[in-house]
């Protein structure tokens, strides 16, 4: 595809969520080789600005607010359209997406042919890429179409040095064993059914420990408070809680973890894109297209004849897909990376 006007500045579009905003950041790093002088925005929304505030690479944030798009549309379209954008890129295939890629003038615009709610009626330029590829495969389809060239995947997350010593203060707070490998787990998701049950957790935790001498942490949002109590009280042995932690300070503990035990979560790719091992638990939903985007990691997922639903309420009684998924498999995997 060959873009004949002058680009100066880009607007990148991918509002949520966590893990689909960390799926966009190769697009991101190829952008930005391709024009390292351009003018580089991105629209996300107000609850993920930690995650991309202060990256070296992106120029201006432009937060999305619950009523950007209801009652303040036209202020909203307001601020897109100062923006003099060049280049509009919807990473997100949503109508809403779509419309904020129209609303910012561009006179290039570009997603994918195959977006869902009609988005790709606002794109000028539409690009084919296959629904079962990996999301950062997709994403990078709009990056080669653009001309970019992308030689090795990078996932550009920073945080600075407070933020890093802030995390290496918790770690000594909580006095774990640096001779011993540090296993964090993030037992939260969106989905209540994409979860393994939390007394797994509580008895992979203490198996992890008397077996490996392991520190645990069980790291999640305010919201899931209950959950990380629920583990925690099950053990028989001591853990700590990284509870509330920004998502900045959540990035780096988990950069000094030996190995994340983790749903399909966004926490997940930050780990991810950190270098960290992962042992990720798959249920309703697809690794090939959401998966953990790295060889050093693990994922466990039955082989069942409904896998994947993608469904968010489970037809059975039980949620059979994540409570087959035994302790003791998840402890090899654990074993086998720290190996």
Partial sequence: MEIKNQIERILLVKPSSLGDIIHGLPVLKALRNKWPDAKISWVLKDAYVDILNGNPLI??????????????????????????????????GLFRSGLIAFLSGAPVRIGFSNARELASLFYTHKVDAPLNLHAVDRNLKLAAALGCEVQGVEFPINFNRETEQEALGFLQNIQLDKGKPLVTFVPGTRWEKKRWPLNSFSLLGDLLIEKMG?????????????????????????????????????????SKSDVVVTND??????????????????????????????????????????????????????????????VEEVFEGVKKILR
Avoid at 222 to 240: F, G, T, V, W
Avoid at 242 to 250: G, I, P, W
Avoid at 297 to 316: A, V
């Fill in 214 to 254: 392991a520190g645990i942490i069980v790291a999640g949002s305010r919201q899931e408070n209950r959950l990380i109590h629920e583990i925690r009280s099950a053990m028989k042995n001591p853990s700590a809680e990284a509870v509330d932690f920004s998502l900045t300070k959540l990035t780096a503990l988990l």
């Fill in 59 to 92: 120029d201006e944030l432009i937060l999305l607010i619950k009523s950007s798009l209801t009652t303040s549309i036209f202020s909203f379209r307001k601020k897109l359209r100062h923006g003099s954008f060049d280049l509009a890129v919807d990473m997100q």
């Fill in 265 to 326: 979560s966004g926490p997940m790719h930050i780990a991810v894109a950190m270098r960290t091992p992962v042992v990720a638990l798959f249920g309703p939903t697809d690794p090939e297209r959401t998966g953990p985007y790295s060889k050093k990691c693990l994922i466990i997922q039955k082989d069942l004849e409904c896998i994947p639903c993608f469904r968010k309420q489970c037809s059975q009684d039980s949620f059979e897909c994540m409570e087959s998924i035994t």
